[in-house]
Protein backbone atom coordinates (compact mmCIF):
# COMPACT_ATOMS: atom_id res chain seq x y z
CA UNK A 1 0.00 0.00 0.00
CA UNK A 2 0.96 3.83 -1.06
CA UNK A 3 -0.57 6.61 0.43
CA UNK A 4 -0.47 10.07 -1.29
CA UNK A 5 -0.86 13.44 -0.78
CA UNK A 6 -0.93 16.26 -2.41
CA UNK A 7 -0.83 20.02 -1.16
CA UNK A 8 -0.34 23.36 -2.73
CA UNK A 9 -3.61 23.98 -4.31
CA UNK A 10 -5.11 27.51 -3.78
CA UNK A 11 -6.69 30.46 -5.19
CA UNK A 12 -4.73 31.90 -8.02
CA UNK A 13 -5.65 34.87 -10.56
CA UNK A 14 -4.95 34.11 -14.08
CA UNK A 15 -1.66 34.07 -14.99
CA UNK A 16 -0.22 32.90 -11.68
CA UNK A 17 1.24 30.31 -11.07
CA UNK A 18 1.27 27.23 -8.45
CA UNK A 19 3.76 24.58 -7.22
CA UNK A 20 1.61 21.22 -6.44
CA UNK A 21 3.59 18.42 -4.17
CA UNK A 22 2.56 14.88 -3.80
CA UNK A 23 4.05 12.74 -1.49
CA UNK A 24 4.20 9.37 -0.65
CA UNK A 25 4.16 7.20 2.39
CA UNK A 26 6.79 5.32 1.48
CA UNK A 27 9.37 4.74 -1.27
CA UNK A 28 8.58 5.84 -4.37
CA UNK A 29 11.45 5.65 -6.20
CA UNK A 30 10.44 2.37 -8.21
CA UNK A 31 6.80 4.31 -8.76
CA UNK A 32 5.44 6.01 -11.63
CA UNK A 33 3.21 9.30 -10.76
CA UNK A 34 0.50 11.08 -12.48
CA UNK A 35 -0.99 13.92 -12.07
CA UNK A 36 -4.79 14.16 -13.30
CA UNK A 37 -7.61 17.02 -12.66
CA UNK A 38 -11.21 16.82 -12.83
CA UNK A 39 -12.78 20.20 -13.35
CA UNK A 40 -16.33 20.62 -12.17
CA UNK A 41 -18.97 18.84 -14.15
CA UNK A 42 -16.33 17.58 -16.32
CA UNK A 43 -14.32 13.92 -16.93
CA UNK A 44 -10.62 13.11 -15.45
CA UNK A 45 -8.14 13.86 -17.34
CA UNK A 46 -4.46 13.36 -17.54
CA UNK A 47 -2.44 16.30 -16.94
CA UNK A 48 1.38 14.51 -16.97
CA UNK A 49 2.64 11.14 -16.54
CA UNK A 50 6.30 10.60 -15.19
CA UNK A 51 8.39 7.70 -14.79
CA UNK A 52 10.88 6.71 -11.86
CA UNK A 53 13.53 7.90 -13.68
CA UNK A 54 11.89 10.88 -14.53
CA UNK A 55 11.30 10.14 -18.09
CA UNK A 56 7.75 12.42 -18.99
CA UNK A 57 5.69 9.76 -20.90
CA UNK A 58 2.36 12.33 -21.08
CA UNK A 59 2.00 16.24 -21.37
CA UNK A 60 -1.36 17.45 -21.86
CA UNK A 61 -1.86 19.52 -24.85
CA UNK A 62 -3.05 22.26 -22.50
CA UNK A 63 -0.11 22.05 -19.99
CA UNK A 64 2.87 22.18 -22.63
CA UNK A 65 4.41 25.12 -22.11
CA UNK A 66 3.16 26.13 -18.77
CA UNK A 67 3.17 22.77 -16.75
CA UNK A 68 6.32 20.92 -15.53
CA UNK A 69 6.13 17.66 -13.63
CA UNK A 70 9.57 16.40 -11.88
CA UNK A 71 9.96 14.57 -8.42
CA UNK A 72 12.57 13.95 -5.99
CA UNK A 73 12.48 10.40 -4.93
CA UNK A 74 14.93 11.48 -1.73
CA UNK A 75 12.03 13.10 -0.70
CA UNK A 76 9.10 11.08 -1.45
CA UNK A 77 7.74 13.62 -3.54
CA UNK A 78 6.02 14.48 -6.85
CA UNK A 79 5.43 17.90 -8.31
CA UNK A 80 3.55 20.00 -10.46
CA UNK A 81 4.93 23.34 -11.10
CA UNK A 82 2.16 25.67 -13.24
CA UNK A 83 2.61 28.45 -14.89
CA UNK A 84 0.42 30.92 -16.58
CA UNK A 85 -2.79 29.76 -15.06
CA UNK A 86 -6.17 30.07 -16.58
CA UNK A 87 -9.97 29.23 -15.48
CA UNK A 88 -9.53 26.66 -17.29
CA UNK A 89 -6.93 25.16 -15.20
CA UNK A 90 -9.79 25.10 -12.08
CA UNK A 91 -9.93 21.74 -11.17
CA UNK A 92 -9.25 19.33 -8.38
CA UNK A 93 -6.09 17.99 -9.24
CA UNK A 94 -4.88 14.22 -8.03
CA UNK A 95 -1.46 12.41 -8.09
CA UNK A 96 -1.64 8.57 -8.76
CA UNK A 97 1.09 5.89 -8.33
CA UNK A 98 1.77 2.52 -10.19
CA UNK A 99 4.84 0.45 -9.42
CA UNK A 100 4.40 -2.27 -12.22
CA UNK A 101 3.91 -0.19 -14.83
CA UNK A 102 5.44 3.13 -16.49
CA UNK A 103 2.27 4.01 -18.11
CA UNK A 104 -0.03 6.10 -16.59
CA UNK A 105 -3.96 5.59 -16.14
CA UNK A 106 -7.08 5.73 -15.31
CA UNK A 107 -6.82 2.56 -13.27
CA UNK A 108 -3.66 3.59 -11.11
CA UNK A 109 -3.65 1.49 -8.37
CA UNK A 110 -2.80 4.36 -5.82
CA UNK A 111 -4.75 7.78 -5.61
CA UNK A 112 -4.59 10.54 -2.57
CA UNK A 113 -7.72 12.39 -2.02
CA UNK A 114 -6.62 15.72 -4.51
CA UNK A 115 -6.35 19.43 -3.81
CA UNK A 116 -8.30 22.23 -5.34
CA UNK A 117 -7.35 24.88 -7.63
CA UNK A 118 -9.49 27.64 -8.37
CA UNK A 119 -7.91 30.11 -11.18
CA UNK A 120 -10.34 33.49 -10.65
CA UNK A 121 -9.74 37.18 -10.79
Known amino acids: QLALVESGGDLVQPGGSLRLSCVASGPMKYVTIGWFRQAPGKEREMVSC????????HQAESAKGRFTTYRENDKKTAYLQMNNLNVEDTAVYYC???????????????WGKGTSVTVSS
Open 96 to 110: AADGQSTECSAGMPY
Open 50 to 57: ITARGRIT
